[in-house]
């Protein structure tokens, strides 16, 4: 009896106070600034360099490129960028690597598919994916710039 009367003094309590769910999808979430989500990538300042694909540590990205078909510029064109969400961790680690900044993070989570074949991102895909783009890249929160 003592256990029941105190269960009802705690529904009782709670029924008075404000809600706190969310309407979503209705009203989109508002993520943390430094929220890790979704990539972006940029296939134009991309030099090849395949530091993000060495760091990852789930090996979800694969990078590779041709020689620059004009024989006056050096270094390689980007040839396929892809991304396999699907082990993806979205750990942060191949942004903070690029050293031209070609992928940043997002602000964008939603990832849900039926099938597991639509997980496989690619360049295109992630080019598209342009909205929510994270302001403070590769700062690691200091006031005056990051390692860079």
Same mark, same amino acid.
């Given at each position: 009896?003592?256990?029941?009367?105190? +269960?009802?003094?705690?529904?009782?309590?709670?029924?008075?106070?404000?809600?706190?769910?969310?309407?979503?999808?209705?009203?989109?979430?508002?993520?943390?600034?430094?929220?890790?989500?979704?990539?972006?990538?940029?296939?134009?300042?991309?030099?090849?360099?395949?530091?993000?694909?060495?760091?990852?540590?789930?090996?979800?990205?694969?990078?590779?490129?041709?020689?620059?078909?004009?024989?006056?510029?050096k270094g390689k064109v980007i040839d396929t960028f892809d991304v396999n969400f699907e082990i993806c961790?979205?750990?942060?680690?191949?942004?903070?690597?690029?050293?031209?900044?070609?992928?940043?993070?997002?602000?964008?989570?939603?990832?849900?598919?039926?099938?597991?074949?639509?997980?496989?991102?690619?360049?295109e895909w992630l080019f598209d994916n342009d909205t929510n783009i994270r302001l403070?890249?590769?700062?690691?929160?200091?006031?005056? +710039?990051?390692?860079?």
């Open positions: 009896m003592k256990g029941m009367l105190k +269960g009802l003094g705690v529904t009782l309590k709670t029924m008075g106070t404000k809600k706190v769910t969310y309407e979503y999808p209705d009203v989109p979430i508002q993520m943390p600034e430094r929220f890790r989500g979704i990539q972006y990538f940029d296939p134009e300042k991309c030099i090849v360099c395949n530091q993000c694909a060495r760091i990852c540590p789930t090996d979800c990205i694969t990078l590779t490129g041709k020689p620059n078909p004009d024989p006056e510029k961790i979205l750990c942060d680690l191949c942004t903070e690597v690029c050293p031209t900044e070609a992928i940043v993070m997002t602000n964008n989570f939603e990832l849900a598919a039926y099938s597991r074949d639509e997980l496989f991102k690619d360049r403070d890249n590769n700062n690691i929160g200091s006031p005056k +710039g990051g390692a860079k």
